[in-house]
């Protein structure tokens, strides 16, 4: 199994700004996603998180609003740009091995103010 | 397009009495089928997958390809069942899941 953490766990952000979340795995994954699940909503999937190369965004996430890294086979990180309320959500991190098994990181709450 | 729909937002029940969540998707290909649960403060948690047939924690899940739906069942509920449940699919976007909304699960003495 893989242990996923993530940093920080909760913000409160200004309208405007940006935030960095951080996600750690403590084994080697295949595969990393990101998800954001909005007040009273089920998640949603933001992007697959590609090792080498670009994030794969889904349909109505775009780059440069959500830029993501993933430098190696355990590290990920998600940013989101340029704040405003409607962003206030929490944010997953997910990874996958090479079995079926999917796992989750606590979240991160984000409120935007 | 993949889609996973849970009718039931809450559903509550007494302690030992049978519990069946719903889930129907739809998916034009093969789906892989998940549950997952979350309790209380704590991270979501993969609870079975379809592919595997097994129980865990007495809970129960057929994959009915004829009706698109991959129920979650169990015979005897226990107050520590209460919690999310969500049932997802894993389709199109390879490897990545398709959640449902969620049903909230309360099991009362």
């Known amino acids: 199994s893989a242990v996923i953490s993530q940093k920080p766990s909760r913000d409160i952000c200004q309208r405007g700004t940006s935030l960095t979340i951080q996600c750690q795995v403590d084994?080697?994954?295949?595969?990393m996603f990101w998800y954001r699940q909005q007040p009273g909503q089920s998640l949603t999937l933001i992007a697959t998180a590609n090792q080498g190369s670009e994030a794969t965004y889904e349909s109505g996430f775009v780059i440069d609003k959500f830029p993501i890294s993933r430098p190696n086979l355990t590290f990920s990180t998600l940013t989101v740009s340029n704040m405003s309320p409607e962003d206030s959500s929490i944010y997953l991190c997910?990874?996958?091995?090479?079995?079926?098994?999917?796992?989750f990181g606590p979240g991160t709450r984000l409120t935007v103010t | 397009a993949q889609r996973v729909t849970q009718p039931e937002k809450l559903l509550s029940v007494f302690k030992g009495a049978p519990v069946e969540l719903k889930c129907n998707y739809s998916?034009?290909?093969?789906?892989?089928l998940f549950w997952y649960v979350q309790y209380s403060r704590q991270r979501l948690q993969l609870l079975l997958r379809?592919?595997s047939r097994e129980s865990i924690k007495g809970f129960t899940a057929d994959l009915n390809k004829g009706e698109t739906s991959f129920h979650l069942k169990k015979p005897f509920a226990q107050e520590e069942d209460s919690a999310m449940y969500y049932c997802a699919l894993s389709g199109q976007s390879g490897y990545a899941l398709n959640f449902g909304k969620g049903t909230s699960l309360l099991v009362t003495p």
């Open positions: 084994s080697q994954v295949t595969m």
């Open positions: 998916y034009s290909g093969s789906p892989e």
């Open positions: 997910s990874a996958r091995d090479n079995s079926y098994e999917q796992y």
């Open positions: 379809h592919i």
